[in-house]
C-alpha cells in the first residue's frame, strides 16, 4: 500500500501502518508479531531468523570467542552397575566423555589425542566441513589430531567415534553431549544435560543390549535423584547415543515442551512423551507446580535396563540465591555435578580386572551348553594348533578347547568384524587387540592347561592343554 509523490512521477513509498491496523492483521492469522523496544525485558523476543519459538532473555549478543578442548582417548575400565566392571574406551577417562559447549557463532578447537592401540575419530553433529567431520582421518596410537570449526546451529549436539564397526566404538564409550546455546541467551533455566548409552558383556553389536544408561550408570538419578524447585524452568539437553530403535522419553507429572532433534529454531511441540531415535536429540522444559518425586525414564523396555531416574520437586527456601538455589533470572548449570556423580561413580581404573570372572561371567550371561553342543563337539578337547575367531552372532573361540605338544606354537586367526583379544588367566598370555584379518601366536613352553579370555567379552572362554 502507498501513495503518489507530489513530484508526480509515480514513485511509491511505504506506510508504516498504525498498531491498530497491525493488530486487525494478526487478529486475520497473518501472524505480525509487534516487538516494543521498550519491553526489552520480555521473556519471548523474536530471534535474528524472524521465529519468536526460542523463548530468550532479550540482551546484547556477546561477541564469539574461541574455545579450546582436549580430549584423549583411554582405555580403562568402569563400573556401570553396582559391582559390574567392565572394559571401557573413553574420552578422558568417563562414559560419556566431557560435555562440550559452546555459543552459537563460536570458533571451537578441539585436540584429539588417541592413547589407546586401535584408531579413532571425533565425529561432530553440527555444520561443519569434512575435514572437521570426524570419519576418514583416523587417528592412530599416539597421534593427534585437531578439528577447529565454528559452532552451529543451536542446539543439542552430540560427539563420537566414527570408527567401523561403528556401533562397537560408541557401546565401548567413545560418546558424548556438545552444547551449543544461541547468540541470545535462552530464558533461565536449571539445566541438565542426560545421554543415553548402552553396554552388553557379551556381544556390543547385538540388537538387545544388556544396559541401557543415562550417562553412564545403571539407574545413576534413581540412586541419586535429580534436584528442582516448585515453578522453576528445568531444561534438560537429551542425547541418545543407544543403538535400539526409537524409545519415548516420559516425564512424570506434567506435558511439557519439546525441541524436536534438540534444534532450538524448530518450533517447540506440546507433549506428554517424546521419541528420539539413535544418534538424535531433543530439548525438554519443564516446570513443576507441586512437591514431589517425579519419574523420568524410557519408556519399555529400557527403563528395566538402567534408565530409571526422578526428579526431586522441592520449594525454595525464602532465603534463596538466585542462581544458585534457585533459577529465577539467573540460570544454574547441573552439569559440573552430574560429571562429578558419574566420575564417582564409576571409578576409573585402568589396572583393575572386570569384576566378573571370564568363567562366572559366562555362568552369569548364560553362556549355554545344550545338549546338541556337547553332540556336536562343541565343548570337547580338540588337538590342533589353530584357533579361530568366526563372524557370528554369537562369536566365540573355535575350538575352546585345544591339545597341543610342549613347544608347540597355537595361533588365534580372528575373522570377526570386531576386536578381540586373547588373555590367560593368570596372566602369561596377553595379545593386545586382534582385528580382523589379524593372528596372533604364543609357543608354549611349560606343561599344564591355560584357561584364557577375551578382555572386550570376558564371556569368551577357552583353554589349551599342553602335554608333553
Known amino acids: 500500500?502507498?501513495?503518489?509523490?507530489?513530484?508526480?512521477?509515480?514513485?511509491?513509498?511505504?506506510?508504516?501502518?498504525?498498531?491498530?491496523?497491525?493488530?486487525?492483521?494478526?487478529?486475520?492469522?497473518?501472524?505480525?508479531?509487534?516487538?516494543?523496544?521498550?519491553?526489552?525485558?520480555?521473556?519471548?523476543?523474536?530471534?535474528e531468523n524472524g521465529n519468536d519459538n526460542v523463548r530468550t532473555v532479550a540482551s546484547a549478543q556477546r561477541e564469539p570467542k574461541t574455545i579450546r578442548y582436549t580430549l584423549i582417548a583411554e582405555e580403562t575400565t568402569l563400573e556401570i552397575a553396582p559391582?559390574?566392571?567392565v572394559p571401557a574406551w573413553t574420552f578422558n577417562g568417563t562414559i560419556p566423555g566431557p560435555t562440550l559447549?559452546?555459543?552459537?557463532?563460536?570458533?571451537v578447537i578441539i585436540n584429539f589425542i588417541n592413547e589407546t592401540p586401535l584408531p579413532h575419530t571425533v565425529h561432530l553433529h553440527g555444520d561443519h566441513d569434512e575435514k572437521n567431520d570426524g570419519v576418514f582421518q583416523e587417528v592412530h596410537q599416539g597421534e593427534s589430531y585437531v578439528y577447529d570449526f565454528i559452532a552451529e546451529p543451536a542446539g543439542a549436539m552430540m560427539y563420537h567415534c566414527h570408527v567401523m564397526p561403528v556401533s562397537q566404538h560408541v557401546r565401548m564409550g567413545l560418546y558424548g553431549a556438545f552444547i551449543v546455546d544461541p547468540k541470545i541467551p535462552l530464558e533461565p533455566a536449571r539445566e541438565y544435560v542426560i545421554v543415553t548409552g548402552e553396554y552388553d558383556t557379551k556381544n556390543q553389536l547385538t540388537e538387545t543390549p544388556e544396559y541401557v544408561l543415562f550417562n553412564g550408570y545403571a539407574d545413576l538419578y534413581w540412586d541419586n535423584p535429580l534436584p528442582a524447585r516448585t515453578d522453576e524452568l528445568v531444561r534438560i539437553y537429551y542425547i541418545n547415543l543407544g543403538g535400539s530403535p526409537?524409545?519415548?522419553?516420559?516425564?512424570?507429572?506434567?506435558?511439557?515442551?519439546?525441541?524436536?532433534?534438540?534444534?532450538?529454531?524448530?518450533?517447540?511441540?506440546?507433549?506428554?512423551?517424546?521419541?528420539?531415535?539413535?544418534g538424535n536429540a531433543a530439548i525438554f522444559e519443564?516446570?513443576?507446580?507441586?512437591?514431589?518425586?517425579?519419574?523420568?525414564?524410557?519408556?519399555?523396555?529400557?527403563?528395566e535396563k538402567g534408565t530409571m531416574a526422578y526428579?526431586?520437586?522441592?520449594?525454595?527456601?525464602?532465603?534463596?540465591?538466585?542462581g544458585v538455589d534457585i533459577a529465577k533470572t539467573k540460570s544454574i548449570d547441573m552439569v559440573p555435578w552430574q560429571d562429578e556423580l558419574t566420575k564417582n561413580v564409576q571409578k576409573?581404573?585402568?589396572?583393575?580386572?572386570?569384576?566378573?570372572?571370564?568363567?562366572?561371567?559366562?555362568?552369569?550371561h548364560g553362556n549355554h551348553a545344550s545338549g546338541n553342543d556337547l553332540q556336536n563337539g562343541e565343548n570337547s578337547t580338540v588337538e590342533t594348533s589353530t584357533i579361530l575367531i568366526p563372524q557370528s552372532s554369537k562369536t566365540t573361540f573355535?575350538?575352546?578347547?585345544?591339545?597341543?605338544?610342549?613347544?608347540?606354537?597355537?595361533?588365534?586367526?580372528?575373522?570377526?568384524?570386531?576386536?578381540?583379544?586373547?588373555?590367560?588367566?593368570?596372566?602369561?598370555?596377553?595379545?593386545?587387540?586382534?582385528?580382523?584379518?589379524?593372528?596372533?601366536?604364543?609357543t608354549f613352553s611349560e606343561a599344564g592347561t591355560y584357561e584364557y579370555y577375551c578382555a572386550l567379552h570376558p564371556w569368551m572362554v577357552g583353554s589349551i592343554t599342553v602335554a608333553e
Open 1 to 47: 500500500m502507498g501513495w503518489k509523490d507530489s513530484d508526480g512521477k509515480g514513485k511509491t513509498k511505504l506506510v508504516i501502518l498504525s498498531i491498530g491496523l497491525a493488530a486487525v492483521l494478526v487478529s486475520a492469522g497473518i501472524g505480525i508479531a509487534l516487538i516494543s523496544m521498550a519491553n526489552a525485558s520480555s521473556n519471548a523476543t523474536e530471534n
Open 83 to 85: 559391582d559390574v566392571r
Open 101 to 107: 559447549r559452546a555459543t552459537e557463532g563460536d570458533r
Open 246 to 278: 526409537a524409545f519415548g522419553f516420559h516425564i512424570h507429572g506434567t506435558i511439557f515442551d519439546a525441541y524436536p532433534s534438540g534444534i532450538l529454531e524448530n518450533q517447540p511441540l506440546r507433549v506428554q512423551t517424546w521419541e528420539v531415535g539413535s
Open 286 to 303: 519443564v516446570k513443576w507446580p507441586w512437591e514431589g518425586r517425579y519419574p523420568v525414564h524410557l519408556h519399555g523396555t529400557p527403563e
Open 311 to 322: 526428579f526431586n520437586v522441592t520449594d525454595a527456601p525464602e532465603n534463596a540465591v538466585d
Open 348 to 364: 576409573e581404573d585402568a589396572q583393575a580386572a572386570p569384576s566378573i570372572s571370564p568363567t562366572s561371567r559366562a555362568s552369569h
Open 398 to 442: 573355535a575350538p575352546k578347547a585345544a591339545l597341543v605338544k610342549l613347544g608347540e606354537t597355537v595361533t588365534w586367526t580372528n575373522n570377526d568384524i570386531v576386536p578381540h583379544t586373547v588373555d590367560s588367566n593368570d596372566g602369561s598370555i596377553s595379545s593386545g587387540y586382534i582385528t580382523n584379518g589379524q593372528s596372533f601366536e604364543y
